[in-house]
């Protein structure tokens, strides 16, 4: 398969993920979804349509590789200057966006093993060390349910706690992809209830926030991780369905489920989108760039390849009609989808005003 398109794409990312750290600004954690969000669109969507294109598929993963290595030197830097722990690991909300890089590290996994299966021993190596960071991670969420439930921090939770879940059941994903044994899938089962109780204790604390929440906070105080709630439960199924683990009856429940949220938190999207039109002028209401927006690629394409992998066979017949829709618009949902963000990305992170500058100077030199 060939992807010009997306080729070039990663080739601008790289080049704008490489600028604000040459002009020093800061760099957001979450810039590991842009991986999440990329990868599972190589993951899920490519397949499904045929483009005659120029540049090979490699030359693609090779690029999201190299950027994924590159944002991992630059975060590692942040963490020796100290930086990275003052803002993530102190901060009992925030620092569930670590998550982001194991999830993250997990999709390149399988874009990676899809594409050069002959690299399984340096994938499977990568995905130790990744679960290696899964578990202080897992520490990390721990320690910050404590701080938020004894202090009562819910003020300030938002769909980012929902990480821990997605974090946790992107490793079946990878392992199961990998391997396939009898006790890795008694292991998964397991791994997996653990990620649902984590979901769990999640739904509790967004639930509590949302009840905080007045209407007149809906333009700014909505943020945009909280569609990470169905897609958590979406890459749970992800991960029963890869792991086969459980039957079903489980996975038709946690399909209604991931379904009806996602119909939920995105009507409240469409909400929220209506109330921002009303108050500000277009450029502010939807015309911002925040490195937080591409959870929303990452979540739609969840849900899609969740539905796209679902076996409905004894089901009625409603949801194999469901199903073949959802396929069928999925496709170019998340190709627009994936334009919109490019080009809000672009539109931000450009050296815009830095460019016209050099160029007044060299005109009136």
Same mark, same amino acid.
């Given at each position: 398969?060939?992807?010009?398109?997306?080729?070039?794409?990663?080739?601008? %990312?790289? +080049?704008?993920?490489?600028?604000?750290?040459?002009?020093?600004?800061?760099?957001?954690?979450?810039?590991?979804?842009?991986?999440?969000?990329?990868?599972?669109?190589?993951?899920?969507?490519?397949? !499904?349509?045929?483009?005659?294109?120029?540049?090979?598929?490699?030359?693609?993963?090779?690029?999201?590789?190299?950027?994924?290595?590159?944002?991992?030197?630059?975060?590692?830097?942040?963490?020796?200057?100290?930086?990275?722990?003052? =803002?993530?690991?102190?901060?009992?909300? !925030?620092?569930?966006?670590?998550?982001?890089w194991v999830a993250?590290?997990?999709?390149?996994?399988?874009?990676?093993?899809?594409?050069?299966?002959?690299?399984?021993?340096?994938? @499977?190596?990568?995905?130790?060390?990744?679960?290696?960071?899964?578990?202080f991670y897992l520490?990390?969420?721990?320690?910050?349910?404590?701080?938020?439930?004894?202090?009562?921090?819910?003020?300030?939770?938002?769909?980012?706690?929902?990480?821990?879940?997605?974090?946790?059941?992107?490793?079946?994903?990878?392992?199961?992809?990998?391997?396939?044994?009898?006790?890795? !899938?008694?292991?998964?089962?397991?791994?997996?209830? %653990?990620? %649902?109780?984590?979901?769990?204790?999640?739904?509790?604390?967004?639930?509590?926030?949302?009840?905080?929440?007045? =209407?007149?906070?809906?333009?700014?105080?909505?943020?945009?991780?909280?569609?990470?709630?169905?897609?958590?439960?979406?890459?749970?199924?992800?991960?029963?369905?890869?792991?086969?683990?459980?039957?079903?009856?489980? +996975? +038709?429940?946690?399909?209604?489920?991931?379904? +009806?949220?996602?119909?939920?938190?995105?009507?409240?999207?469409?909400?929220?989108?209506?109330?921002?039109?009303?108050?500000?002028?277009?450029?502010?209401?939807?015309?911002?760039?925040?490195?937080?927006?591409?959870?929303?690629?990452?979540?739609?394409?969840?849900?899609?390849?969740?539905?796209?992998?679902?076996?409905?066979?004894?089901?009625?017949?409603? @949801?194999?009609?469901?199903?073949?829709?959802?396929?069928?618009?999925?496709?170019?949902?998340?190709?627009?989808?994936?334009?919109?963000?490019?080009?809000?990305?672009?539109?931000?992170?450009?050296?815009?005003?830095?460019?016209?500058?050099?160029?007044?100077?060299?005109?009136?030199?």
């Amino acid at each position: 398969m060939y992807r010009f398109l997306f080729g070039l794409l990663l080739f601008f %990312l790289f +080049l704008i993920i490489k600028s604000p750290m040459i002009r020093g600004s800061r760099i957001d954690a979450s810039y590991g979804a842009m991986i999440m969000a990329i990868g599972i669109f190589f993951i899920g969507v490519f397949p !499904q349509f045929e483009m005659p294109l120029i540049l090979p598929s490699y030359f693609v993963d090779l690029s999201l590789f190299f950027i994924w290595l590159y944002l991992i030197g630059s975060f590692m830097k942040a963490a020796l200057q100290g930086v990275f722990r003052k =803002r993530y690991l102190t901060h009992p909300v !925030q620092s569930f966006a670590v998550g982001t890089w194991v999830a993250a590290t997990s999709i390149l996994c399988l874009v990676l093993y899809h594409q050069f299966p002959y690299l399984k021993s340096f994938i @499977f190596i990568v995905a130790l060390l990744n679960t290696g960071l899964w578990a202080f991670y897992l520490f990390l969420c721990l320690k910050s349910y404590r701080v938020i439930f004894s202090s009562k921090y819910f003020e300030r939770v938002h769909g980012i706690v929902f990480l821990s879940t997605v974090s946790t059941q992107s490793l079946i994903i990878v392992f199961n992809t990998l391997f396939h044994s009898p006790f890795l !899938q008694g292991m998964s089962r397991f791994v997996i209830i %653990l990620g %649902l109780a984590l979901y769990g204790i999640n739904l509790c604390l967004f639930t509590i926030r949302c009840r905080q929440l007045r =209407r007149t906070d809906l333009a700014d105080g909505w943020k945009n991780t909280n569609c990470i709630v169905h897609g958590a439960m979406s890459i749970s199924g992800m991960a029963a369905i890869v792991s086969r683990a459980f039957p079903g009856e489980v +996975l +038709l429940g946690m399909w209604i489920w991931a379904g +009806l949220l996602f119909l939920l938190i995105e009507g409240i999207e469409l909400w929220r989108l209506a109330v921002r039109l009303r108050l500000y002028p277009l450029q502010q209401a939807i015309g911002r760039y925040h490195v937080s927006q591409w959870a929303r690629n990452f979540t739609f394409g969840t849900f899609f390849v969740f539905t796209l992998n679902m076996d409905f066979t004894g089901a009625p017949a409603i @949801f194999n009609q469901l199903q073949a829709a959802i396929i069928q618009s999925g496709v170019p949902v998340l190709v627009t989808l994936l334009i919109i963000e490019s080009l809000l990305f672009f539109k931000d992170s450009l050296p815009w005003q830095e460019s016209q500058q050099q160029m007044k100077r060299v005109i009136l030199k």
